[in-house]
């Protein structure tokens, strides 16, 4: 009798296991499918129907998709926007890129495309997106999170105590201006593809347009090039733009990977591999970035290179931008995730020091402001920050051809930056 009653209670056991067993990998099959359904919904809100798409060589797909159809659009405030085609002014004063030396050993080279133009061009009244694709999605934290920076990757100068630094597990080499107001700011970036250690890290070099305190409200638009293996899924050098008006918190987006910046080109997409690239020792390319502040309209322009504008972030997006800009910066920022509790060897810029100079070190020039008068002028009482010298580092200087500059960057770990 006893046996038979112990009998029962083990099945009963292996029913009950057997049953939060099955439970389990529902529950799990459940959460896998619902992911997979938020995924699914988010890649529809991103990729538009496109009247063209183009494959790039470096397996992107890039999508020409009817101006009037871009993602910006969704944005509540913008469903009946009337697209600006064009800025109502462009700063005065833009530098006069031939004027620059024809010293060889001076002179960076220009044709500076993007690696999909080998296979096609989007048509007029089209502009080019990258198609998000699920590992893109699937290689965030969370579909909420994707194409987001995380908190605090701001370089805040004055904020170099010991105890302070690097806690955010960012480093920067930087130069910056601050104490005035500023309406716009252009720079000349070389290009470089520096080497990221972790999957997580990435290497990056631009611009940052700031307004308000460096507190939850911090408003801020980027632009530049970057190295961001998690993002892209490559170690491509792509050029990015990013905006934020609460400090990264809920707002903004890399590239168009939320409503808010507003396209107009058809040539130039964001998030879109830059090619060339410069290499030590050999030919130097860069590439020209200007954002400014339309007197008339309010909004933030953006224009790559000599030609191309690429459209603007609408000034409704900010609080503090929809006034001034209180500080620019210019320079190189990498995320450093100490693997093995050691500093990390992503390197930023050309993953050389400054002291090495043009053709192995990475460079900023004819940096320049844009002030209340829409000029464009050169910067004043230039300061600039790091958090190690030692990994990373950041050397101003300033001559006829190049206007101001810098040299910044460095290879991360070594004997000096463990």
Request: with cysteine; proline share 6%.
């Given at each position: ?9 083990t099945?009963?056991l292996v ?5 939060v ?10 959460g896998a ?33 009817h ?25 005065e004063?833009?530098?006069d ?10 002179k ?25 694709k699920?590992?893109d ?12 920076k ?19 597990g960012?480093?920067h ?7 005035d107001?500023y309406?716009g700011a ?6 470089w ?5 972790q999957?997580?890290?990435?290497s ?22 970057q ?6 899924g ?5 050029l990015?733009?990013y ?7 809920a ?5 168009l ?19 060339p ?15 400014w502040k ?5 909004h ?8 191309y504008?690429?459209?603007y972030?609408?000034s409704f ?8 800009a ?39 020039r004819?940096i ?19 958090e ?12 006829g ?16 930056c463990?």
């Amino acid at each position: 009798m006893g046996s038979s009653c112990g009998c029962g209670v083990t099945l009963l056991l292996v029913f009950c296991l057997w049953g939060v067993l099955i439970s389990l990998s529902s529950a799990a099959r459940l959460g896998a499918s619902r992911q997979k359904l938020e995924v699914a919904k988010h890649l529809n809100r991103l990729n538009k129907p496109p009247v063209e798409t183009i494959q790039s060589p470096d397996g992107d797909l890039i999508d020409c998709v009817h101006v009037s159809k871009q993602p910006a659009f969704d944005h509540p405030f913008l469903k009946d926007h009337k697209i600006q085609t064009r800025p109502s002014f462009h700063p005065e004063g833009l530098f006069d890129e031939n004027k620059l030396s024809e010293n060889p050993k001076e002179k960076a080279h220009t044709p500076i495309t993007q690696l999909w133009h080998a296979n096609g061009r989007c048509p007029e009244d089209t502009i080019p997106i990258r198609r998000t694709k699920e590992d893109d999605v699937l290689r965030a934290s969370s579909v909420k999170r994707y194409g987001r920076k995380k908190h605090r990757t701001i370089p805040k100068p004055r904020s170099a105590q010991p105890d302070l630094i690097n806690q955010s597990g960012h480093q920067h080499a930087i130069a910056y201006v601050e104490g005035d107001k500023y309406y716009g700011a252009k720079a000349t970036i070389n290009v470089w593809e520096p080497k990221i250690q972790q999957p997580n890290e990435f290497s990056l070099s631009q611009l940052w347009i700031l307004g308000g305190s460096f507190g939850q409200d911090l408003n801020s638009i980027e632009a530049g090039w970057q190295v961001s293996p998690d993002l892209y899924g490559d170690n491509n050098t792509r050029l990015f733009t990013y905006w934020t008006s609460d400090a990264y918190q809920a707002t903004g987006c890399y590239n168009l990977l939320c409503s808010g910046f507003i396209q107009i080109n058809s040539e130039i997409a964001m998030g879109a591999t830059i090619s060339p690239i410069s290499a030590y020792r050999n030919s130097q390319f860069d590439i020209s970035i200007l954002i400014w502040k339309d007197p008339k309209e309010g909004h933030w322009w953006m224009q790559f290179g000599n030609d191309y504008v690429l459209g603007y972030w609408p000034s409704f997006l900010f609080s503090y931008l929809a006034d001034s800009a209180s500080m620019i910066e210019w320079g190189g920022e990498v995320v450093n995730s100490e693997p093995d509790g050691q500093h990390t060897s992503t390197q930023m810029g050309s993953g050389h020091f400054p002291e090495e100079g043009f053709g192995k070190a990475s460079y900023f020039r004819n940096i320049q402001l844009v002030d209340s008068s829409n000029n464009l002028k050169a910067p004043k009482g230039i300061g600039t920050f790091t958090e190690q010298s030692n990994c990373y580092d950041v050397q101003t200087g300033s001559n006829g051809d190049w206007g101001h500059y810098f040299y910044y960057g460095g290879p991360g770990k070594n004997p000096n930056c463990q």
